[in-house]
């Protein structure tokens, strides 16, 4: 059964220091990795996608790698904002399939 | 910048009764998504459809649900007769291009409450 699991559940860090969330999935055959944002109350906002060949991609202060050999995933998140506070999910899709299997996030909240 | 957008953002209604929740996708658009998200539990995918049809459907989108795109720019689920587990926040997704590799918008949500 294809599976995606997160940790921490949840993580509070201070206002402009880096953390970084982990993702570690069991689906086959792999097609590729995305990352998510969802802010509460709201529909997720893409932030990576990444196919087997990638190990690493960035946008902005968010850079996500990918091992394929050991099925793991991080978000690494640079000088947090208040505004980073949300729900960050790992979703993993396989080759010839639509359908998103998505993990169950890890809630951070940003302190001032 | 073009979105997703989904209609109405709350929706109460009784059990047994029947329910049809809106999005209208992004212009430009083939392929549509329909996921849910009970409270404090991961998203779930419930159906794709591509080309008046349905691509795909998970074990949740029961005889229950339907999906239609009754005109050029709406996409809408129907739930027949709704039960109290049916009560959670339903997202509407398109995408431009098919496959595993496509790059799913999601909408804001619509919050189905079943009393």
């Known amino acids: 059964k294809n599976q995606v699991e997160q940790s921490p559940q949840s993580l509070i860090i201070l206002e402009g220091k880096n953390c970084t969330l982990q993702?570690?999935?069991?689906?086959?055959?792999?097609?590729?990795l995305r990352w998510y944002k969802q802010d509460t109350g709201r529909g997720p906002v893409s932030l990576t996608i990444?196919?087997?060949?990638?190990n690493t991609k960035s946008n902005g202060r968010y850079t996500a790698t990918l091992d394929a050999d050991t099925k793991q995933s991080s978000l690494h998140i640079t000088a947090s904002q208040l505004s980073d506070s949300a729900s960050y999910i790992c979703?993993?899709?396989?080759?010839?399939?639509?359908?998103?299997?998505f993990g169950t996030g890890t809630r951070l909240t940003i302190i001032p | 910048e073009p979105e997703v957008t989904q209609t109405p953002s709350h929706q109460v209604t009784q059990m047994g009764q029947e329910v049809i929740l809106r999005c209208v996708p992004i212009?430009?658009?083939?392929?549509f998504y329909w996921y849910r998200q009970i409270l404090g539990q991961k998203v779930e995918f419930l159906v794709s459809?591509?080309?008046?049809?349905?691509?795909?459907k998970s074990e949740i989108f029961d005889d229950q649900f339907s999906v239609e795109r009754p005109d050029g720019s709406n996409f809408t689920l129907k739930i027949r007769s709704t039960k109290l587990e049916d009560s959670a926040m339903y997202f509407c997704?398109?995408?431009?291009?098919?496959?595993?590799?496509?790059?799913?918008?999601f909408g804001p949500g619509t919050r189905l409450t079943v009393l």
């Open positions: 997704a398109s995408s431009g291009r098919g496959g595993a590799n496509n790059e799913q918008f």
């Open positions: 993702c570690n999935y069991t689906v086959s055959p792999f097609s590729n």
């Open positions: 990444m196919t087997f060949s990638e």
């Open positions: 979703v993993v899709s396989v080759v010839g399939n639509e359908k998103l299997t």
């Open positions: 212009s430009n658009h083939l392929y």
């Open positions: 459809f591509y080309n008046n049809e349905i691509s795909e």
